[in-house]
């Protein structure tokens, strides 16, 4: 399946400033029936957004109005727990692009990665910094920029690198999963097994 291109992301953001937060959290293991990735976002953080009796609860952010954006901040180690890939399609398909954290865990930061998802690591420091930002004020921008890699504080133009493996951006910006990137280069591997 492919997925929008990554082009550079102007957008507010959502805060979630929770640490540890695993997948069961993030898409609980009761919607994991469907196997095609749309309409998890519904039940993303379900469990958090809505109480027993299947109302919103006012006090999480992604209920609140003020917060809006592609853009979506955890707080250290985001998506811990099992390895399930619906955590990624979860936040995909809500409409958030980004994911930013101090750390992620290994698997589910693979996942994203492979469903169009960009999980980018900033120090601890300036994740405090983001979550001030947002708290200061919810409608405060930020740039992604997947081409010099940077995540950047509009308001103030502080800014930070984040690492990603080559191949993962260059799907990412050609909005190619790894079936994609294959099917695109089926004339070099034509030619490769000529040349055999």
Not at 2 to 9: L, M, N, P, S, V
Not at 110 to 119: E, I, R, S, V, W
Not at 160 to 172: D, R, V
């Amino acid at each position: 399946m492919a997925y929008d291109k990554f082009i550079t992301i102007q957008s507010p953001a959502v805060p979630v400033a929770i640490e540890n937060v695993d997948t069961d959290q993030i898409i609980p293991a009761r919607f994991l029936k469907a196997v095609e990735r749309k309409g998890f976002g519904d039940n993303l953080f379900r469990d958090w957004r809505y109480d027993k009796n299947n109302q919103p609860i006012a006090g999480f952010p992604l209920n609140n109005k003020k917060y809006s954006g592609k853009i979506l901040v955890g707080g250290k180690n985001f998506g811990s727990g099992s390895s399930r890939e619906h955590a990624a399609w979860a936040i995909y398909d809500y409409g958030f692009r980004v994911v930013v954290s101090s750390f992620f865990a290994d698997i589910f930061k693979g996942n994203a990665l492979n469903n169009g998802l960009l999980p980018v690591v900033v120090s601890s420091e300036f994740l405090e910094k983001i979550f001030s930002e947002i708290e200061k004020n919810p409608e405060s921008q930020f740039e992604v920029d997947l081409e010099k890699q940077t995540f950047t504080i509009l308001s103030s133009g502080e800014s930070e690198s984040f690492e990603i493996n080559p191949y993962k951006k260059h799907c990412l910006a050609n909005g190619l999963d790894d079936i994609d990137y294959l099917v695109d280069m089926q004339e070099q591997i034509a030619a490769f097994e000529q040349a055999k």
